[in-house]
């Protein structure tokens, strides 16, 4: 089991940057696959990023490649979300998620397949 905390949340200015992090519990937070999702008022939630257990492959939504980059420091049991360029439309509620791998590759990008979660934390980008 694992339990995930987000931080780094904030008001940020569009074309400017702003870094999550996700901090986890438990020594085996190299096990797990990890994603980044976002729910924006009114929307349903949606994936953002991920990345597998090894930190070898990562995964973005089409609309965010390019100027969102995800991370893992395994040692330091942290998942990161750099945000560049940030553009209004991405003001959302940003989650930390994790499945275990069962030591498959297998990623996947749907919420409902993820066990664990964070809290959130709010993004909010200005013009």
């Known amino acids: 089991q694992v339990q995930v905390v987000e931080s780094g949340g904030g008001l940020a200015q569009a074309g400017g940057s702003l870094r999550l992090s996700c901090a986890a519990s438990?020594?085996?937070?190299?096990?797990?696959?990890m994603a980044w999702f976002r729910q924006a008022p009114g929307k349903d939630r949606e994936f953002v990023a991920g990345?597998?257990?090894?930190?070898?492959?990562?995964y973005y939504a089409d609309s965010l490649k390019g100027r969102f980059t995800i991370s893992r420091d395994n040692a330091k049991n942290t998942l990161y979300l750099q945000m560049n360029s940030p553009k209004p439309e991405d003001t959302a509620v940003y989650y930390c998620?994790?499945?275990?791998?069962?030591?498959?590759?297998?990623?996947?990008?749907?919420?409902?397949?993820?066990?664990?979660w964070g809290q959130g934390t709010q993004v909010t980008v200005s013009s």
């Open positions: 998620a994790a499945r275990h791998s069962d030591g498959s590759m297998w990623f996947t990008r749907v919420d409902g397949d993820y066990d664990y």
């Open positions: 990345v597998r257990w090894s930190g070898g492959t990562t």
């Open positions: 438990g020594r085996t937070f190299g096990s797990y696959h």
